[in-house]
């Protein structure tokens, strides 16, 4: 079994900015390194009646490329996002009513469903919407040597061995979501799922600070 | 119940997941008649079995003996019973007028709710008017349902309004602000100009002063007071009566 | 979703507004709204907020085979994309009538008025052109969406590299920008499209209208003119009757902001630039403000990381191996190989166990229903009799014992004895 070094272990700086769009319910833009994403909430609203459910909201995920229509790859990702976010709304509080995410796509440099993670729970936590924990997203990448690289770049991704992104929630730390490319050993799976949850607590810090600082006023 | 650990954080900013333990207390005191305190959750603030849980991310604010709410920012509409909002009809079915109040759904105001009308007197509404409203029947699961009378039949300053005024959004927070007993918000406006102000619980306000000049002023000063701190407020207001008197 | 329902009262006190010559947001007849630019990561990535209304441009370019009657010139290729995120009436994938409409304005603003020079595009006559792709997304609709768009879509045009490209031969390579200088694109001119709206049959006009004004108005005018005063596209729409003298006034007042907002983008271009040689970082994390209390930026963090191995070795260690052994294939009939348990059904097996539970919770029950009727047994074998309540969610299920069931039991009696059994957790 080999021991992975995990020198390389290290956020690159991360910033948000809540409430920003007038339009949407709920808005965040959420920044890592020069990973961008924007996020607008509408909802709880009315909702199309083919889509409809009786019993709890319909979350909808629209991701925005910057170039072109979405294609696979952003309804894969689109599919990952609504299942996390499904798991922290409270979605039965409000029933027969539609709730639609759109994430858009600002700058890609690598980690970036981790972004839209982040991003996308900022927005919810900006709508005022019901949830039952937070969410964060982290993005590891393997390289070749077999060390850990949290929150790589675009150029990190390229050259590495294996590509994990988990979505981590608030409350005990559980993985709610897990997205992995290529290949790795088990042991580097609950390593990477470690670092994963190291690394999410100074997201959740992150989180808690900038709500703090956006009801200052308010106090 | 604890209520005391909740105690210590009023004030605080809370986020989703924030957990509270609510514990039933096994020994009961001889001495002392213990009542049992319970703690009243509103808005932001949910009971999961033994636990309180935060659902919304905002100041934890308290009122005697024990109601406990989050004080959010947000600005999308959720109907609740007994509160009174600004709603525009959108369609007359039958005998019932939709409204649209910013919620998820249309809400339903029949048209014997007015003071005085009856099946032959029917209130003059049309499309695209403003109607000011309680809510009678709200909740998740049913048609939420307006009446503009209050329980005696009175219209009690409900019904149609609105001509020669401007309608216009602020997010959920400062319409509360607006609205609590003390509101410092409403006593600074109360000094600037005379106007009439109509305020809905669902974000809308709905202004009117002697020209259009002035309306517009207290529009915009209300919909940018929204992000401001009570100094910086009254700073601006003060401005703007230097200079517009 | 729909928009909210614009309010009579909302309407009237607009057009008297403007009729007193007073705007919703405190601005002048002529005024526009604050514009700002700012630029993304890469080249040709631009943002642009009007006011609240905010739009992103972004340009790329691919290598394409030129359109045959024009073989040596290259591809401009605009979209606008009306995403759901700047308003909840616009919905994703889908051509509206004002996406059209857009879509049209800024082709014929930016590819019918020549302002770039497609012919440079052209690498070998008739075989490669670049095409050049300019992809608007709205991200918030406070109104006049076309300014913001066109401004967008010329600033993200100047502000993009192609990549250098060499031909030896029959040979075109493309060249990284490590290897040489990405190019700029030559743009002779550039057009900005200015909107006027009109109110009351054309009595009153106001620039850069916003989103309720847009929603009162009776009738646009959009015209596209560059700093040199050249009108390079003109369009009116609603139906109104306009005066020779109101379109003249237009377009002078056109030529005045148009001029206002090429300095502006000439400035923001010229101070990117100088950001970008400076080495400083540029993008949209630069351009977040930092004084609002809405944002918050930390700096790189570094994260505590000893006890992971540790931790990831405890999991591996308790979770135990995973079974190594691999059953060996079993060939049921020739050409036919299986591996896995899955060899013999194991549907008996299972129904054999749930039936123990029911016992173990329910025996009485079957016990005294066994004794008192044995013929309704006989008669209705594996049918399975329900007295159950879905309030109290407890079942009781009068069947026959196991031994008489497991030999006539019909398919029937199966489903329902698993969905009650199924229904049994809850309790």
Known sequence: MEVCESSKVSLREFGCEQNLLSRPDGSASFVQGDTSVMAGVYGPAEVKVSKEIYDRATLEVLIQPKVGLPTVRERSQEQCIRETCEASLLLSLHPRSSLTLVLQVLHDDGSLLSCFLNAACMALMDAGLPMSCLFCGVTCAINTDGQIITDPTAAQEKESRALMTFAIDCAKRRVLMSSTKGSFSVHELQQCIAVSQKASEKIFQFYRDSVRRRYSKNL | MQVPELLQRVGQVLLPGDEFRLDQEDNISLTEVSRPSRAVCGPGLRRSGARLLVCKSGVLRHKAPNVFWIDSQQKRYVPAKGETVIGIVTAKAGDIFKVDVGGSEQASLSYLAFEGATKRNRPNVQVGDLVFAQFVVANKDMEPELVCMDSSGRANGMGVFGSGGLLFTVSLGLVRRLLSPLSELRSDLEQLFPCELVVGMNGRLWVRSCSVQQTLIVANLLQSSDSMTAPQRKELFRKVQQGAL | MKDTPLSNCERDFILKAIEEKKRLD????????????????????????????????????????????????????????????????????????????????????????????????????????????????????????????????????????????????????????????????????????????????????????????????????????????????????????????????????????????????????????????????????????????????????????????????????????????????????????????????????QEEDEDDDDDDDEQNGKETKMETEPQEEEKGAGDVVEISDSEEEEVVILTSETSGQAKNADSSSHQKRAAASKRRPKK
């Open chain 3, 26 to 349: 405190g601005r002048q007849t002529y005024d526009f709204r604050r514009i700002k630019i700012t630029f993304g990561t890469d080249y040709g990535c631009c943002f642009v907020d009007l006011g609240k209304t905010r739009v992103m441009a972004q340009v790329s370019c691919e290598l394409v085979a030129p359109k045959e009657s024009r073989p040596n010139e290259g591809i401009m290729f605009f979209n606008i994309e009306l995403s759901p995120m700047a308003s909840p009436a616009f919905e994703q994938g889908r051509q509206s009538e004002l996406s059209v409409k857009l879509n049209r304005q800024l082709e014929r603003c930016l590819r019918n008025s020549k302002c770039i020079d497609t012919e440079s595009l052209c690498v070998v006559a008739g075989e490669k052109v670049w095409q050049i792709r300019v992809d608007v997304s709205m991200l918030n609709n406070d109104g006049n969406l076309m300014d913001a768009a066109s401004v967008a879509a010329i600033t993200a045009l100047c502000h993009f590299r192609r990549p250098d490209v060499g031909i030896q031969g029959d040979e075109v390579t493309v060249y990284s920008p490590e290897e040489r200088d990405p190019i700029p694109l030559s743009i002779y001119h550039m057009p900005i499209s200015i909107s006027f709206s009109f109110f009351q049959q054309g009595t009153f006009l106001l620039v850069d209208p916003c989103e309720r004004e847009e929603r009162v108005m009776d009738g646009l005018l959009m015209i596209a003119m560059n700093k040199h005063r050249e009108i390079c596209s003109i369009q009116s729409s609603g139906g109104i009757m306009l005066l020779k003298e109101q379109v003249m006034r237009c377009s002078k007042i056109a030529a005045v902001k148009v001029s206002e907002i090429t300095e502006l983008i000439s400035k923001a271009l010229l101070n990117d630039r100088t950001a970008r040689k400076a080495g400083g970082r540029c993008g949209f994390a630069e351009s977040m403000p930092q004084e609002r209390i809405t944002a918050l930026k930390t700096d790189e963090t570094l994260m505590e990381t000893s006890d992971v191995t540790e931790r990831a070795n405890d999991i591996v260690e308790k979770a135990g191996a995973p079974p190594q052994t691999v059953p060996s294939p079993l060939v049921p009939a020739p050409g036919v190989g299986q591996v896995s348990q899955g060899q013999q059904n194991t549907w008996g097996l």
